[in-house]
């Protein structure tokens, strides 16, 4: 056989941090804050409804675009921010965010295009842009005011006569940044201007802390009908291994995700659909409730982990905060991450590993705080060693 035989524009994807780590902080019996998944069920009537449907004959393909309840229920709950979509023809079920952003990309993007990507990035970001065959343009955050803030001039200058669409996250992973208004309103206004789609990652729309809001890009003028905008039912409900996603947009813009999406997955999850139909409608209390804890679990490791001795950095919405490690001595975080689960027995991750460009971020490290209060406890008892 020809090699190597992986084709070279995923060359760069072939292992995940986050494999990587899990395998380290198991051999270390570590406790494994590096990702992002909660230890607690989600809500008992979206389980009860799941059992229901596995039981009550919904096994079977659910129709392409998604069940009709749970497309019904997504724009009622898109409403919340005063946008209505039409779930026959505005409203696409996915396997997960992650197929959506990889489906419209594919959808919507080619050789030749290049899309603007806010770093430090999601890593499925940039292989889904490789996977469509664009490139991506990475424009980086800034610390500024105490928190990771868009550079609207940087944004501005990134775009290029071959800028197609630009991938937005807020809440953002890894930084825990919410945007605010402005800089939705200056991402608006160069969209507007240059005619590009925006692909919005809102899977933490619920997950915003103290005063943060959640404000939707298609809410913006001249935003609605170019914004493909995504969420997922993973983060909302604790049920991360259910990959049930979904796609807002004008009708144009969900045929056309549609068409790579039909052929990547066709459908996916369909007895959890009506349970997260049901959750949707029914089960919002339940994410206000996680809300307020997560706000109380991020303050706990935050100090915690400013006790162990690390700078942490603010976080207004996620499951994450990251920190510093210079203060301990350390200069580069990665190899920071790699010593820790045999040293003190925690598994974290670099945040370098989600940009172009290591060196601006080595300094930075990112824990997950979606976890029991002793399992954060235990955490925090264990870093205090590394002083
Ligand atoms: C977890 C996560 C996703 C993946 O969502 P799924 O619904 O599990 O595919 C996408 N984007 C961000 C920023 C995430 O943190």
Same mark, same amino acid.
């Given at each position: 056989m020809r090699e190597p035989v992986l084709v070279p524009r995923l060359q760069?994807?072939?292992?995940t941090i986050f494999a990587e780590m899990t395998a380290l902080a198991v051999r270390h019996e570590?406790? #494994?804050?590096?990702q992002g998944f909660p230890?607690?069920?989600g809500p008992a009537g979206m389980l009860e409804a799941a059992k229901n449907a596995l039981f009550g004959g919904a096994n079977q393909y659910p129709p392409g675009p998604g069940r009709p309840e749970l497309r019904a229920a997504i724009a009622r709950h898109r409403l919340r921010y005063g946008t209505a979509y039409d779930p026959d023809t505005e409203i696409l079920v996915t396997a997960g965010a992650t197929e959506a952003i990889a489906a419209s990309l594919i959808a919507l993007t080619q050789a030749g295009d290049e899309v603007i990507v806010i770093e430090p990035y999601y890593d499925s970001y940039a292989a889904a842009v490789a996977m469509a065959g664009a490139e991506r343009r990475v424009v980086g955050l800034v610390e500024r005011d105490g928190r990771f803030a868009l550079d609207v001039e940087s944004l501005r200058a990134a775009v290029t006569d071959r800028t197609r669409a630009i991938l937005i996250n807020s809440?953002? #992973?890894p930084t825990g940044t919410v945007f605010t208004r402005a800089e939705l309103e200056a991402v608006a206004a160069l969209c507007v201007t240059h005619d590009l789609i925006a692909i919005t990652d809102e899977v933490y729309e619920h997950l915003v802390f103290d005063d943060a809001e959640h404000l939707p890009l298609a809410t913006?003028?001249?935003m609605r009908e170019r914004t493909v905008s995504i969420s997922s039912a993973g983060k909302t409900f604790n049920c991360t291994g259910w990959k049930i996603g979904w796609v807002c947009a004008s009708p144009e813009l969900v045929a056309a995700v549609k068409a790579a999406k039909q052929f990547i997955t066709f459908v996916s999850g369909g007895p959890l659909q009506p349970a997260v139909a049901h959750a949707l409608d029914h089960e919002l209390p339940w994410a206000e409730d996680l809300r307020t804890s997560l706000q109380d679990k991020r303050d706990r490791l935050a100090a915690g982990l400013a006790d162990a001795g690390?700078?942490?950095r603010p976080t207004a919405g996620t499951y994450f905060v990251c920190v510093d490690v210079r203060p301990l001595g350390f200069e580069d975080a990665a190899e920071l991450a790699w010593e820790l689960p045999e040293r003190v027995g925690v598994a974290a991750v670099p945040v370098k590993v989600f940009t172009d460009h290591p060196e601006e971020w080595k300094h930075l490290l990112r824990f997950a705080f979606c976890k029991r209060n002793e399992v954060i406890d235990e955490a925090v008892t264990r870093l205090r060693k590394l002083r």
């Open positions: 760069p994807f072939t292992s570590a406790v #494994n804050l590096g230890d607690t069920d809440p953002h #992973n913006l003028p001249g690390f700078a942490v």
